[in-house]
C-alpha cells in the first residue's frame, strides 16, 4: 500500500500561473484535507472533504480550488498563483471521526 | 487568539534527560487531540492519541488538562533520534473531524 501520495515534489511557477497539486490515497478514508506549512505558523487548513462530492473550507481557502469525485483523490486547484503561496503543501486522510490522521510527503511550491 | 499554541523552543537537552513540552488550545469544546512528529523537511507523522486519562507509549506520555485547556507530551531518556519538530493537534468544537495545529516545538537531544 502507497499510503498517501502526492505529486509533483517540488515545483516553482510565475505570478499569475495556475496549477494543480495532486494528492491520491489508498487507504479507503473518507476524510481527506489539504494543509499549507509556513515557518512559525504551524500548519493551516486550506480545505478538506468529508467524502466524495462534498467538500468545505478551512482556515485559508482563499485562492485554492478542490473537488472531489472519487474517495481516493482530492486535487488541490491554485487559480492565479501569488509569491504568498509559496509554501509546503500536505494532504492528509483519516477515517471519519477517527481522528489519527496520515500525511503524503508534500509538495514545496515557490512562487516568484 | 490562536486556536492552539506551542513554546517554538528550541529544547536542548542533553542524552537521557527528561524532557515536557506543553500545548495550549482555546476551544473549550475540543473533543480529540493527537501529538505529530516532524522530521526536518518531512510530513508529520502521528506520534500518539492524548486521551482523557493519559496515554504512555514506552518513553512517551501523553496528558489531557481540560480545566487548564492544555495537553503535554513527557519524553523520558531521551535519544539522539528523538531530535524532531514535535506538532499538537486539537479538533474544532463544532466538528470532530477539522484539526487546527499548533507551530510546533523543536527538541534537539544532545550527546
Known amino acids: 500500500n502507497a499510503g498517501v501520495t502526492q505529486t509533483p515534489k517540488f515545483q516553482v511557477l510565475k505570478t499569475g500561473q495556475s496549477m494543480t497539486l495532486q494528492c491520491a490515497q489508498d487507504?479507503?478514508?473518507?476524510?481527506m484535507s489539504w494543509y499549507r506549512q509556513d515557518p512559525g505558523m504551524g500548519l493551516r487548513l486550506i480545505h478538506y472533504?468529508?467524502?466524495?462530492?462534498?467538500?468545505d473550507q478551512g482556515e485559508v481557502p482563499n485562492g485554492y480550488n478542490v473537488s472531489r469525485s472519487t474517495t481516493e483523490d482530492f486535487p488541490l486547484r491554485l487559480l492565479s498563483a501569488a509569491p504568498s503561496q509559496t509554501s509546503v503543501y500536505f494532504c492528509?486522510?483519516?477515517?471519519?471521526?477517527?481522528?489519527?490522521?496520515?500525511f503524503g510527503p508534500g509538495t514545496r511550491l515557490t512562487v516568484t | 487568539r490562536k486556536e492552539v499554541e506551542q513554546d517554538p523552543g528550541p529544547f536542548n537537552v542533553p542524552e537521557g534527560a527528561t524532557v515536557a513540552f506543553n500545548c495550549t488550545y482555546s476551544?473549550?469544546?475540543?473533543?480529540?487531540f493527537f501529538w505529530y512528529r516532524q522530521d526536518c523537511r518531512k510530513e508529520p507523522k502521528l506520534l500518539m492519541s492524548?486521551?482523557?486519562s493519559g496515554n504512555e507509549d514506552g518513553r512517551f506520555t501523553a496528558q489531557l488538562n481540560r480545566a487548564s485547556q492544555y495537553i503535554s507530551l513527557l519524553i523520558r531518556d531521551s535519544k539522539l533520534s528523538d531530535s524532531a519538530t514535535y506538532l499538537c493537534?486539537?479538533?474544532?468544537?463544532?466538528?470532530?473531524?477539522?484539526?487546527?495545529f499548533g507551530s510546533g516545538t523543536k527538541l534537539n537531544v544532545k550527546p
Open positions: 492528509a486522510t483519516n477515517q471519519l471521526n477517527r481522528g489519527e490522521q496520515y
Open positions: 487507504m479507503n478514508h473518507e476524510y
Open positions: 472533504s468529508v467524502g466524495a462530492g462534498i467538500t
Open positions: 476551544n473549550s469544546a475540543s473533543q480529540s
Open positions: 492524548v486521551y482523557s
Open positions: 493537534a486539537v479538533n474544532a468544537g463544532d466538528n470532530f473531524n477539522k484539526f487546527y
